[in-house]
């Protein structure tokens, strides 16, 4: 049986939903792409998969994120994922404290502008 799916009419961000069972509100999660679905009625444990341009984006907390179109392809036993690209951004929400991971990781107020971040090191001669 070939069962061929278009990942945008999945309900994902319900699925979402329940799997985090509403420990991350206001998190969203948005899908697309096609995947394919091979499965032997005889012996179902033999499927095999393909998806193509699949893609995802979404927020969490304050970092919206977004995966690029890719492809992969597998069995049960075995996965290949090619062209995998995820980045991050972080955002702000008016009248939000500061974040201290948020700061940590974007380095905002960390050093004065033009000056490096690196630490040196001395030694001491013995």
């Known amino acids: ?42 012996d179902a444990a033999r499927f095999r998969y393909a998806g193509e341009r699949l893609a995802a984006s979404g927020r969490l907390r304050r970092f919206e994120w977004s995966i690029e179109p890719f492809r992969a392809s597998g069995t049960a ?9 995820l980045t991050t951004r972080g955002i702000e929400r008016p009248g939000a404290a500061p974040s201290p991971i948020l700061d940590h990781l974007t380095g905002v107020g960390r050093r004065a502008p033009g000056r490096s971040c690196s630490r040196r090191r001395s030694r001491a001669s013995g």
Request: no cysteine.
């Open 1 to 42: 049986m070939r069962l061929e799916i278009d990942v945008a009419g999945l309900p994902a961000q319900a699925l979402f939903d329940a799997v985090t069972a509403g420990r991350l509100p206001g998190a969203t999660l948005e899908a697309r792409g096609t995947v394919v679905l091979d499965v032997p009625l005889r």
């Open 77 to 85: 036993e075995e996965a290949s994922v090619a062209g995998l690209r």
